[in-house]
């Protein structure tokens, strides 16, 4: 299993632009979701979603879209980059709660906005 | 507003220390608090706790929860350079099916010869 994997690892973008950041996993796990992690704060949850069709917001949503199509997919959209969303983006996955609730991290995007 | 704090921010300690690291939480709809060890890249899982005083272990390193007083500390004993890391607390916010971790800032670790 290749687990979680994010593409792009880097990008940098200039103010205005649109991008995809792109997650896949490959262990048939039901929910998703996209972190960013700034320094000094810690991982903040942007968007989620519990299984395919179905997604929700997290803490810091605006800015950013995401869907959900596949089991294995889960995109996260920037409509229109801002310097504020330069961060370190990691999506993580896991099964629904079941009393376990491991949540595994692809190993992040790194983003710069100018 | 649901909070995670971790003490200390960082802690400098030579190879062999034993260390003990803080979480303590604010959060509605409490699930479980999971421990995260990060290095350069994504965090990788160290441990999920539940039930207040049962202490989970693995290797060197245990933890242990507190429902009452609302905490939780990471113990890393006879401390090793691959220890160097950040430590992540996180706490995981029942929404029906639905999960969602709240993480504190994380204590940086730098173990030293």
């Known amino acids: 299993n290749a687990g979680v994997t994010q593409t792009p690892k880097f990008q940098v973008l200039k103010t205005g632009q649109s991008m995809t950041l792109q997650c896949a996993q490959d262990?048939?796990?039901?929910?998703m979701s996209w972190y960013r992690q700034d320094p000094g704060m810690g991982l903040r949850l942007i968007h989620y979603s519990v299984g395919a069709g179905i997604t929700d917001q997290g803490e810091v949503p605006n800015g950013y879209n995401v869907s959900r199509s596949t089991t294995e997919d889960f995109p996260l959209r920037l409509l229109s980059a801002a310097p504020s969303q330069t961060s370190v983006y990691f999506c993580a996955s896991s099964r629904e709660w079941s009393g376990i609730n491991e949540q595994f991290f692809g190993p992040g995007t790194r983003l710069t906005v100018l | 507003e649901d909070k995670v704090v971790q003490s200390p921010l960082s802690l400098v300690v030579h190879e062999g220390d034993t260390v003990t690291l803080n979480c303590s939480y604010e959060v509605t709809n409490f699930r479980s608090l999971l421990w995260y060890k990060q290095e350069k890249k994504a965090p990788t899982f160290l441990f999920m706790l539940t039930s207040s005083g049962i202490e989970k272990k693995s290797g060197r390193l245990s933890s242990i929860l507190d429902k009452k007083e609302l905490f939780s500390i990471l113990n890393i004993t006879a401390t090793q350079t691959g220890d160097s890391a950040v430590y992540l607390c996180a706490v995981d916010r029942s929404t029906g099916t639905a999960s969602k971790l709240t993480f504190g800032t994380g204590t940086r670790l730098q173990v030293t010869l």
């Open positions: 262990m048939n796990h039901e929910y």
